[in-house]
């Protein structure tokens, strides 16, 4: 059963090609002839039906990926991803099905045709390869952030930037601007002639053959665009056509939490553009209010014990110090009010309903903190006012949150944005065993709480006696096992009755928690960074990305349609590496982290197979063992006999 075409010269209509592949899938799961089809006939992967459906949605409508991977192997000199008439092509179908084999067939093939010079331009117009890149983040964001890895950036004919080889540029020189145009005349010439540099020459011009001057070293640079439009700019909402910045590719990939989305050479020019463009500048004014309103907060803490709790308002505003504390608490709420109105309006601003507003609020630690610390600011002020006398306790719970609230900026710092992350991510990953190491803590501090329920309250049992309560002792218990404060432990427990029992009670807990329990946690640490590591590699684009995405919450509509900040294309200028690949290194970053992540997994892979071929072999030779050793007894049994 099988068909020929050799006598065929008409391509197949889509459904005569449907109906050889109905058949071939019957018949047998390798679909041999279909491969035979698509071999003579490449074009066919093309043909539509009423609805303009290709055999590509064919394939991916029915969640076929062994079909879909037959169909891609058709040898067209340019692929492209054809659309029915409702403007769908396959890669958004196959989103829409939530096919995870067939996306990453599908994103695998785009990249194998780019790197042989066989895929189709990006339309210049639409943003469909955009919006699909974001509807398949939200559930397979890692598919598209090995997709963006091995991507890339496109480098721009030579012939199109003719005068790049006649610009001098000083060393390290790189830049990053957007445009409406994909191919913008004299783009690297204005660039150049705005930077004003010193001794900037056009080569060949004005040569001077007399010339014996030393000329400053210059780069030999290479032009490059990311070829996606709008990954700098707002895609319009596909529903309502809305223009907002929550649909802003930058947004929707901060709402998918993968950090590695931010790794490849695309994101990072994205980033790198909303940062010096705009973000930056709207950073550094944010960072300027919060050093104010926290050096204001310290100076107020500072002051605040050295006034008499008793004093009224009248009193007060007599004394230097007091006066002071007046000043700054009648000018701290104005400052901190600004911030929780930026909170609420970012609130807002982001994306989805007001149920998923609320939780994305909650569970993003950053927005919690920073309305947190000025809130309890306002409030400190106003029972400052109000000579209350828990002023103490909320200025010392807002003195807290205001210098934790610094670790907030420090994430826009290379040297302390991964760190930053890989402390909090650490933490998150540690939440089980610090629960664990609570339970066992609680455990210990009812046992004590009742064996030391008799101790007289002397200065000797001033950790343990009869009048501590739960809390207490289980803050006793957590300074005497875990911070290991050990002094006149034995005079405690012989005070106890039973003693023996509290001798047992105290070497189990101590067991437990002072060697096992603490030893677990610093072989967790290195597990636990180890594990991040290899999940986001370099975190620290990510943790910049999610400042530009909350500076833009506050932006107005006027800057959102403004093209300038939000851009079509970007264009990339870079130095030449030294291997003369046009990339260089910080381009390359994100693939170099994807191919490590690969290289690991591999290795992990491999290491996984030689252990249990090893296990094979170990298996085999002491079977082989056993036989011969049962066979040199049949051996020896027989020449027994045979005496």
Known sequence: HFIDFSTCDQQPTFAEAVKVIKRDRTENSLFRVTREMIQRYPFVVNSVDASGSTLYHYAVNREDHRLLKVLLTAEIPKFFLPVNYAGHDALYKAAAVRSRPCIRLLLKKINDSKKVGKLAPISYAGTRYLSNLIKISEEFHDLVADFLADFGLDEVPYSSIMQLSQLAWPPGFSAVLGSDDKSPANLWLELHRSMRVKHATVVGLKRRASSNKVKSPTSHMSAYIVSIPFMAGIVPSPRTGEINVKHTILHRFVAAGNAKLFG????????????????????????????????????????????DAADEMSEIVKKNKGLACTVLCTVMPFVALRTVLKEAHQFKESHGSWSDKILLYLTDGWSVLQSSASILVIISSILFFARSEGVRGVAAVTAFCLWMQCLYFLRAFPYTGALVRMIFRVLLLSLPYIFVLCLVLMGASNAFYLLFATLPPVDEFEIFNEHNEIFDTFFSSYVLFLLTEYQDTVRLIEATSPAPLTKIIFFISSMLLTVFMLNLMINLMDTFMAQIHSEEGDAFPYEKARIIAEMELSMSKADLLNSRLFPKWLHVLAPKSSQDTGVTDTLLQGTITALRAENSQLTATIRTTLERQSELIRESVKHIEMQLENQSRHDHATMRNLL
């Open 264 to 307: 490849n050479p695309l994101m990072r020019q994205v980033i790198r553009f909303k940062w010096e463009t705009y973000a930056r500048r709207l950073f550094l004014k944010e960072l300027v209010v919060f050093i104010m309103l926290l050096l204001m907060f310290f100076a107020f803490s500072i002051m605040l014990p050295k006034l």
